[in-house]
C-alpha cells in the first residue's frame, strides 16, 4: 500500500463518495416520483368528490326550482283551473286568463329549458330532461290550449331547445295520440 498515491486514493474515495451521494439522489427521485403518483391520485379522488357534490347540490336547486312552480298550481285553486281551462282551449279564456295562461306556459317553458340546459353541461343526468321535464311539458304543449300558446313562446326560447323539444314531440305525439301543432 506504501505505493499507492495519497491524490489517487482521495480520488476514489471522492468517486464512490459521489456515486454514493448520486445513487441515493436516484433513490431520492423514485421516492419523490411515487409520491407525486400518490397525491395526484388523491387529488383525483377528491376532485370526483367534489364533483359528485356540485352536481348533487345543482340538481337540488332544480328540484326547489320545480317544487315552486308546482307550488304555484297545486296550491292555488284558481290557478290550477286557469291552467287545465288554457291546455283545454274550450271554452276560451277571456284576456286575463289568457295573459295568466301564457306567463303559466312560460314559467313552464323556462323552467324545463333550465333542466335541458343542466343535461346539456352534464351538471344532471340528461335522462331529467329526456325522460322527466320534456315529456311533462309536452304533456301540456300537446294540448289544444298549449299547444297554440307553445307555438309563440317558442320563438323567444333558444333554438337548440326547441330543436330538441320538437324531436322528443316527434316520438311522443303518435305514441300518445296528441298533436304538439295547434290545429288551425
Same mark, same amino acid.
Given at each position: 500500500m506504501?505505493?499507492e498515491?495519497?491524490?489517487? +486514493?482521495?480520488e476514489?474515495?471522492l468517486?464512490q ?8 439522489a &436516484?433513490? $431520492?427521485q =423514485?421516492?419523490s416520483?411515487?409520491?407525486i ?11 370526483h368528490d367534489?364533483? +359528485?357534490?356540485?352536481?348533487?347540490n ?5 328540484m326547489?326550482?320545480w317544487?315552486? &312552480?308546482? $307550488?304555484? =298550481?297545486?296550491?292555488?285553486r284558481?290557478t290550477a283551473e286557469?291552467f287545465?281551462a288554457?291546455?283545454?282551449g ?6 286575463t286568463?289568457?295573459l295568466r295562461f301564457?306567463y303559466?306556459?312560460r314559467e ?10 343542466r ?5 344532471v343526468?340528461?335522462?331529467n330532461f329526456e325522460?322527466?321535464?320534456a ?7 300537446c294540448?289544444?290550449g298549449?299547444?297554440v300558446?307553445?307555438a309563440?313562446i317558442?320563438s323567444?326560447?333558444?333554438a ?6 320538437d324531436?322528443i314531440a316527434?316520438a311522443?305525439a303518435?305514441?300518445h ?7 288551425e
Amino acid at each position: 500500500m506504501a505505493d499507492e498515491d495519497p491524490t489517487e +486514493t482521495r480520488e476514489a474515495k471522492l468517486a464512490q463518495r459521489r456515486a454514493r451521494v448520486e445513487y441515493f439522489a &436516484f433513490i $431520492a427521485q =423514485i421516492v419523490s416520483a411515487i409520491a407525486i403518483v400518490i397525491s395526484l391520485v388523491f387529488v383525483g379522488i377528491q376532485l370526483h368528490d367534489g364533483n +359528485t357534490v356540485t352536481l348533487r347540490n345543482e340538481s337540488n336547486a332544480t328540484m326547489t326550482q320545480w317544487s315552486a &312552480f308546482r $307550488a304555484s =298550481i297545486y296550491s292555488d285553486r284558481d290557478t290550477a283551473e286557469v291552467f287545465r281551462a288554457g291546455m283545454s282551449g274550450a271554452p276560451p279564456l277571456d284576456a286575463t286568463d289568457q295573459l295568466r295562461f301564457g306567463y303559466i306556459m312560460r314559467e313552464h317553458a323556462w323552467a324545463t329549458f333550465q333542466i335541458w340546459d343542466r343535461a346539456k353541461r352534464g351538471l344532471v343526468p340528461s335522462a331529467n330532461f329526456e325522460a322527466g321535464a320534456a315529456p311533462d311539458y309536452l304533456k301540456v304543449i300537446c294540448t289544444p290550449g298549449g299547444s297554440v300558446v307553445w307555438a309563440g313562446i317558442r320563438s323567444e326560447m333558444p333554438a337548440p331547445f326547441v330543436a330538441d323539444m320538437d324531436r322528443i314531440a316527434q316520438a311522443y305525439a303518435p305514441a300518445h295520440h296528441v298533436s304538439c301543432i295547434p290545429e288551425e
